[in-house]
């Protein structure tokens, strides 16, 4: 299940009709009963829609289905167990204690993380005895009358006048976590039990910010921390980053003449785990070092990791923000909802019409292939897939804050139109903005930030971006588009404030001329001593390409920077705007290529200057131009779309819904393209 799938509408709109019952479930007594029965199949059709498992429903109506479909495969037993299961959970619910104490609080917690350590144990044991399969199949068997129970209980606490922000967030963890686990179930072997993993790590890290701020000696604070990120890093290291550490371990063993080899683990990289993992180690460290208070709701911190819209790919939200949100679920709100409801289908309509669009008519077969294109075609690639990257990111952004708008909640921004950015450090203010602001607050401002002089702000700069790539994938060109938006912001800041401080008296046009003649003079060179330069580069194991690509960086950023701050001091935005953009192209190339041989022929491709364009079909060309025309569309325009839409009568917002809906349905591609966002 996905953003991406044909029925995560329909899903959604379940959910969405699930969680208003129990936010507001009826008054009068004659329609509760009839509303109960409606609760019940719309809890068994959120079920079937996210697993489509091969059993049915543990319920009545799913016995009776499954004896008219497939007689052998009915089960009185099965019947049986979920309607004790229901019960037992309508009970619960009507019984359970609703005590707020810290006591009670923690009782939770330890019941919590006995039944975690219970289940990994299971698991564990089943694996080592190669019992999976089997465990397997028991859970599948018994799974539909466990969710029964647990949505019985919520039932039961709506029911409750006290216990209905209870409920509300078991509701929302209820649906996060079959989310997830819709992922996970359809992954071979020990993968398909990988919620148990992000459960656990839950489970620890809440205990963890409840211990750290029990102490009061600052060291055993700091070793609270480091065991939280010693677990969440290593969780995330193992999965996404043994292979590549190892097997370039290895290499570099072997260049110094040792006999190394690493068996590659070949592992599955969980859904959102870079996603979700900075989103619970930014709590610890939050709790640790700046005095944020902990949630004593180990319910309410699941719920936050786990919330549903922005779990796979975005936005970051940090506890403070989110938390509250949380422990206190704020009403829904007609207009809001709506709204959300309008940011949904623009984010399917960048998605389906424009980011699909560019990928399969041009950008995928130009960097599988690009060899058998002209650099016109290469370089519309290019772009298109600057664009198809924004679009793709910005439309799951988009679909996630308005399907938290919708149940209520508000999420963070994550794009304000990059390509409008007039230099580097803008760029990064306006994309992605969640990991940016993150990287700035949890790793360039404990490395030192600005604070040590302009060498270490430069390398501080860097690093973190550095970081920032390998973030993105276990792959060198990651970690290659890493460096070029650290140079790049390092030079666009060594520029700035030179002339910051030669003051407004100054003529920076000297320093951009002169910046801009060494930049003619060393191409130049470069060119002329190209031969002897690639003789040496191949003398000493080196590749003569990288040389050049290198060589050449280090003599045209500083003036591209130069340029770009210079046409914005002079208030040229829009060539400061370009500049900063294709600096930004150019490191997408190293991002999209599957290894430095594909960029390296990207690139190879664009120099030659070959100007064919048979290639590029109508349809990328219109994608093309109307992704650029949405950004170019000033923020007002949108607003005031948005606010005509939410004062149009109900049957018009339904007529232009429905309609845009059948257009996407008949522009959507045959097979899913999955978000590009996914795979980090």
Known sequence: MSFADGAFPLFFLLVWALYAWVSSPPRSRRWRLPSLALVALVVDLVWLLALRPRTPPSTPWGF????????????????????GCTLAGAIMGHHVTLSDTDA????????????????????????RLDQLAPLSAALAWVGHPLWSLAWACTVAL?????????AQQAALFLVSAL???????AMPGAYRYLLGLIVATVVLDYWLA?????????RARRALLVLSLVANLGILGFFKYADFFGGSAAAGMRILGLDVSWHMLALVLPAGISFHTFQSLSYTVDVAERGLRPTRSLLAFATFVLFFPQLVAGPIVRAEQFLPQIASPPPRD?????????RIALGLTKKLWLADTLAVTLVDRVFAHPELFSSLEVLAAVWGYAFQIYLDFSAYS???VGAAAMLGFTLPENFSTPYLARDLSEFWRRWHISLSTWLRDYLYIPLGGSRGGDRATYRNLALTMLLGGLWHGASFTFVVWGLLHGGGLAVT????????????AARPARDLGALGLFALSASALLWSARAPLGSLATRHGLDPGWVFLTLGWLSLAPAASALGAWANARRWSPLAALVTLHYVLFAWVFFRAGSFASARAVLARLGEASADCANVSAPFWVALGVAIMSHIVPDRWMTKLRDGFLSAPWWLRVLLLGALGVGLRWAARPSVVPFIYFQF
């Open 104 to 127: 009670a609080q923690r009782r939770r917690g330890v019941a919590a993380g006995v039944a975690t350590l219970a289940a990994l144990g299971a698991f564990g044991l089943a694996w």
């Open 158 to 166: 709506a029911l409750r006048p006290g216990a209905r922000r209870l």
């Open 64 to 83: 009776a289905l499954a004896a008219w479909a497939a007689p052998r495969a009915t089960s009185w037993a099965r019947l049986a167990l979920g309607l």
């Open 398 to 400: 988009d679909i996630a």
């Open 493 to 504: 800041r060594a520029v700035q404030r030179r002339w910051e401080r030669l003051g407004p």
């Open 179 to 185: 989310f997830y686990h819709a992922w996970a179930a």
């Open 210 to 218: 409840l211990w750290i701020d029990a102490r009061e000696d600052p």
């Open 334 to 342: 007609e207009a809001r909802a709506v709204g959300g409801l309008l």
